[in-house]
T-cell receptor, first 112, second 117 residues
Framework: AQRVTQPEKLLSVFKGAPVELKCNYS??????LFWYVQYSRQRLQLLLR??SRESIKGFTADLNKGETSFHLKKPFAQEEDSAMYYC??????????????FGQGTILTVHP | DTGVSQDPRHKITKRGQNVTFRCDPI?????LYWYRQTLGQGPEFLTY????????KSRLLSDRFSAERPKGSFSTLEIQRTEQGDSAMYLC???????????????FGPGTRLTVT
């Protein structure tokens, strides 16, 4: 069975500080990993996916298959980064691709 | 097209009643997904459609739940004989499904919040 674990429900940092949101997964096949974000009063939206290797809004995430982790990082947090962040995975290929398994989410608060 | 829409946004019902939710995906998207989200948890997959075909259903989807996408456009999710445990946010998402990479980017609707009293 596939599982995504985000060990921190809440994370608080000050503006300008580095931030790391942790995500660990268990999956027997070949996963694709994503980070989704939900800002206050907005709908859930894709932040980044590991296959594109993009940096979005200054965030990056590296897939570490050895440690089965996909931590989200940003060197200098901004107040507008305050949001709920979800790590998610899907099977890479086959008929189940696209079906997402989400973690429990981490609420990030960036203080001024 | 302003994105995925869901109706109603809120629904309060009494235990035992039936409810139906509607999802209108982005018009060119052929994949449509339903998720359920309870307080403090991430969304959980319920089912998905490719065009009008329902390709997968989660074990979370009991016999009281049924979803349709009759013409490959909008979808409905019906819950019969609602129970208090059905109280949750029901999210709909859509994506292109023509290639696996495009299928990954799911666009979510605002959700329907169901409260069963």
């Amino acid at each position: 069975a596939q599982r995504v674990t985000q060990p921190e429900k809440l994370l608080s940092v000050f503006k300008g500080a580095p931030v790391e949101l942790k995500c660990n997964y268990s999956y027997s096949g070949s996963p694709e990993l994503f980070w989704y974000v939900q800002y206050s009063r907005q709908r859930l939206q894709l932040l980044l996916r590991h296959i594109s290797r993009e940096s979005i809004k200054g965030f990056t995430a590296d897939l570490n298959k050895g440690e089965t982790s996909f931590h989200l990082k940003k060197p200098f947090a901004q107040e507008e980064d305050s949001a709920m962040y979800y790590c998610a995975l899907t099977h890479a290929g086959g008929t189940s691709y696209g079906k997402l398994t989400f973690g429990q989410g981490t609420i990030l608060t960036v203080h001024p | 097209d302003t994105g995925v829409s869901q109706d109603p946004r809120h629904k309060i019902t009494k235990r035992g009643q039936n409810v139906t939710f509607r999802c209108d995906p982005i018009s060119e998207h052929n994949r449509l997904y339903w998720y359920r989200q309870t307080l403090g948890q991430g969304p959980e997959f319920l089912t998905y459609f490719q065009n009008e075909a329902q390709l997968e259903k989660s074990r979370l989807l009991s016999d009281r739940f049924s979803a349709e996408r009759p013409k490959g456009s909008f979808s409905t999710l019906e819950i019969q004989r609602t129970e208090q445990g059905d109280s949750a946010m029901y999210l709909c998402a859509s994506s292109l499904g023509t290639t696996s990479a495009l299928a990954y980017e799911q666009y979510f609707g605002p959700g329907t919040r169901l409260t069963v009293t």
